[in-house]
Structures are given as structure tokens and as C-alpha cells.
């Protein structure tokens, strides 16, 4: 057997609205199923204003422009993250500024951030690692003192929460991904979630190629123009039908990816228990998605060991990111401030196990029993209601 590490959920339900999109003769965007996309998206969440983008990347790039960061200007973030974190506001111009993360979570260090902050700081950008929540009330009690913007990269972590808070509901901007691989999905896609009034009202602008057409489309305008920059940011509507579908079944869809995480978590914690490995730790007040399973071994050389084992047991387990800030363009463009040594030392050690909606019993066994035989080769797994 081949345990794939991810595969699309897609159901009747979503070809469907793609087949009203096409009956509806207007492809571009901004039409019948966006609107739906966007109204569901503000109540559910409860968010002045969300709009639909061709990706997280974009809703990324979207919120580095309303954030206004310009050259000579800092943004702190973790390293321990994707390559758009940082890019989106490269492409502004501004310097990515490392921290580290912390070493249970791997999630932005709030004391870190406190520290790394100079006159030139504009912003901070927290990721929800495996749609695990960061410390979202000391990072914003910090950016507040500080008079700084909070932009959270919440790709992984739509349907998660910080004591009862949706994320990416704290930021003045928030970017969400619709990617194939995350649990909500749209082939390529995503949202920027926006609470600042003010940066709603410039976003729609940005949004639609630095024109004043939702505006004009509105009536509120009796000529539509160029006004402000910005570019083509949204995605079409086969892609948002797609999307209306997958949003309509959020709630399953998550309550899906939680049972194979909560399946793994308990077949895993005699391993940890012996030092063999560890699991993921949830803090207290975060309620998340299922987004990721992952386990860190011991050092470099157990994890190189473990996942070959899992490859060659036909599990498609892999790694995750190679560190910004020891990354080509993160050395150009970026810098760090502290030690970095948490971020380095867990991605050399940190596995991705397959999780997706519709993994099976036996595929889910499978992945389980080669994680213990690559793990413990000489311990026995215990039986389940055995
Ligand atoms: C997936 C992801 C992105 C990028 O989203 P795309 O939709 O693939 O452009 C950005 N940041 C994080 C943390 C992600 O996981």
C-alpha cells in the first residue's frame, strides 16, 4: 500500500456550483458565488470585510501594501515559515526581520518579538503553525505599545481559534489560503480578512487593479478609474463556486481532519512517553483545525532515518520548510535578531505524517504501524481494545 501524503477532497457538491458558474455566463470575478464566499467568510469569522484572492501569496501581498512598509522598513516574523510570509513585503521593499520561535509550539516567541523590535519596525506577522494558534493576546498587547500593525499569516488556520477568537480575526489584516494542500480548499486560492475600516476601503481598490469599481459597481461613483496602485487579486468564479462548496462543508471537513489527528495522537503517545519521539503540543485555549500532524524525533540523523523508513514503507511523510533566514533570497533580503537555534534544530527534526479528508481506517493503520516500526522496531504496539 502507498499512503499519499495529501489528496484533494472534492465532491459532487463542488462541480455542481462550478456547472451554476458556467449556466451564469460571468466568469470573471467579483460575481454570484464571490459575494457568497465573502458574506459567508464575515459572518462566520465575524470580520468587517473579506475578499477573495487568487492565493494566500496574494491576500499576502495585498495586506504588505495596505500596510504601507516601504525600503528602510523592518517586519518581524518567524523564519520557520513559507517563502511568501516574508516575499510579500520584500516586494515592498521592506526587510524581513527573523525571530525565533518557540520550542514547543513553533510558533512566533513573543519575547522575541519584544526584543526585536527598532524604530524602523512597521509590523508584526505571526503564523499559525499546523493552524495552531500563536500567543495572539501578549503579540497584540505587545504591537500595541509599540504602535505597530499585526498582519497574521493565518494560511493554515482557517476553522481554528485563540480563546473562542477566530484567527485571523486579531490582525488589521489577515491572509488565509485555498491552496490544494491546506483543509479548505480551491486548487489555488485565498482570502484577505480585513478589521481596520480604513484598510477595507483601500483594499477593494488594491483588489481590483487600483480602481474605484466596487465603488462605481455600488453606485457610490459616477465614473470608474485608476486611483491608487494595486493589481488583478482576485480569482475567478468557477474557482469561488469551488470554493462555496468546500466553505459549505467547512465544519465537516475539519471535524474529518481532527479524527485522523486525534488518531494519531493517541497511537503515538506511548513513543513519546519512552523519549522516542515527541508530539505536537496544543496550549491551553487553542482550539485548531487539524491542519497538520507532524512529530519531531530526537535529532537530525533519527528524523533522516525515520523518514526514509516511512518512504520505504510506502508512507508519504515529508519535511517542512527549510528555514528563512538560512534560505538564498532570506540571506539577500532579510536579517535575524537573536538565536535562531529552535527554528534550526526542529526543521531538521520535525516529519509530516498524511492527513487529508477521506484517509481511511486502513490507510490510517498503515501510516501508524510503519511510524512505529521505523520508530521502535523492538517495542511492542499496543492493541487497540485488545
Ligand atoms: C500555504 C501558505 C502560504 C501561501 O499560500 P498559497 O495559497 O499557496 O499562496 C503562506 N503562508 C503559509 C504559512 C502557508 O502555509
Redesign the pocket.
Known amino acids: 500500500m502507498r499512503v499519499p501524503f495529501n489528496k484533494p477532497g472534492i465532491t459532487a457538491l463542488e462541480l455542481g456550483y462550478i456547472q451554476q458558474a458556467a449556466g451564469r455566463l460571468k466568469l470573471s470575478g467579483n460575481g454570484h458565488f464571490t459575494k457568497r464566499c465573502h458574506q459567508l467568510l464575515e459572518c462566520r469569522l465575524g470580520v468587517g470585510k473579506a475578499l477573495l484572492t487568487h492565493?494566500?501569496?496574494?491576500a499576502?501581498e495585498m495586506a504588505a501594501i495596505l500596510s504601507g512598509v516601504g525600503p528602510g522598513d523592518e517586519v518581524i516574523m518567524p523564519s520557520f515559515?513559507?517563502s511568501?510570509?516574508a516575499n510579500a513585503f520584500v516586494l515592498r521593499g521592506a526587510t524581513p526581520v527573523f525571530v525565533d520561535v518557540r520550542q514547543d509550539t513553533l510558533n512566533l516567541d513573543p519575547d522575541e518579538v519584544g526584543a526585536a523590535i527598532t524604530p524602523k519596525t512597521k509590523a508584526i506577522v505571526p503564523?499559525h503553525y499546523a493552524g495552531v494558534a500563536c500567543e495572539m493576546g501578549r503579540l497584540m498587547a505587545i504591537a500595541e505599545q509599540a504602535g505597530l500593525a499585526v498582519i497574521e499569516?493565518a494560511?493554515?488556520a482557517l476553522c481554528s481559534s485563540d480563546h473562542g477568537r477566530p484567527l485571523g480575526t486579531f490582525g488589521r489584516a489577515s491572509?488565509l489560503?485555498?491552496?490544494e494542500?491546506?483543509n479548505i480548499i480551491a486548487g489555488?486560492?485565498?482570502a484577505l480578512l480585513i478589521t481596520d475600516p480604513e484598510w477595507a476601503a483601500r483594499a477593494e481598490i488594491v483588489w481590483e487593479k487600483g480602481t474605484n469599481r466596487a465603488a462605481f459597481s455600488r453606485g457610490e461613483v459616477d465614473k470608474y478609474t485608476w486611483v491608487d496602485i494595486g493589481s488583478s487579486f482576485l480569482p475567478s468564479e468557477i474557482t469561488a463556486a469551488f470554493l462555496w462548496g468546500q466553505l459549505e462543508r467547512m465544519d465537516e471537513i475539519s471535524a474529518e481532519r481532527l479524527r485522523c489527528w486525534h488518531a494519531y495522537h493517541a497511537a503515538f503517545a506511548p513513543l513519546e512517553q519512552v523519549g522516542l519521539l515527541r508530539r505536537p503540543v496544543i496550549p491551553a485555549g487553542s482550539e485548531h483545525n487539524g491542519h497538520i500532524y507532524f512529530l519531531i524525533y530526537p535529532d537530525a540523523a533519527s528524523c533522516d532515518a525515520a523518514l526514509a523508513g516511512l518512504r520505504a514503507g510506502g508512507v508519504d511523510a515529508v519535511r517542512h520548510y527549510v528555514p528563512l533566514h538560512s534560505a538564498p533570497a532570506g540571506l539577500r533580503f532579510g536579517r535575524t535578531h537573536g538565536s535562531l537555534d529552535f527554528t534550526t534544530d526542529l526543521s531538521a527534526r520535525l516529519v509530516r505524517l498524511p492527513l487529508w479528508v477521506g484517509i481511511d481506517e486502513t490507510q490510517m493503520e498503515c501510516v501508524i504501524d510503519t511510524v512505529w516500526q521505523v520508530t521502535a522496531p523492538h517495542e511492542r504496539r499496543p492493541q487497540v481494545g485488545g
Do not use: I, R
Request: charged share 15%.
Open positions: 492565493s494566500g501569496t496574494a499576502l515559515t513559507f511568501s510570509t503564523v499569516d494560511a493554515q491572509a489560503s485555498f491552496h494542500t491546506k489555488e486560492g485565498g
